[in-house]
């Protein structure tokens, strides 16, 4: 399987979003017990995004990016969070 340019901005950008949630749970912003988790932030940051890239393209949001580069995205996304959350 082989990713688009669109695809792996996508992965980027959910590297991005684990690190982003990772400084705001070292800093307090978000709590990593609360009724929201940190990775449930990642994974609608990442719904954010697509939606927002889908509205500029003038496309559907569900088009631009496949569910296997989704998957990998939030998965980044998570990992990154974690390592991020543990040495930062």
């Not at 082989?2 to 950008?13: I, K, M, Q």
């Not at 979003?17 to 988790?37: E, H, N, Q, S, T």
């Not at 390592?83 to 930062?88: A, F, I």
């Amino acid at each position: 399987m082989r990713l688009s340019r669109n695809e792996l901005l996508f992965v980027a950008l959910g590297a991005l979003l684990g690190a982003i949630v990772a400084y705001a749970v070292k800093a307090g912003l978000v709590a990593r017990d609360g009724a929201l988790p940190p990775f449930a932030v990642v994974l609608l940051g990442l719904g954010f995004v697509e939606l927002v890239f889908g509205y500029a393209a003038g496309r559907s949001p569900g088009t631009l990016v496949g569910m296997p580069a989704r998957f990998l995205a939030f998965v980044v996304g998570v990992c990154v969070f974690l390592l991020g959350d543990r040495y930062v």
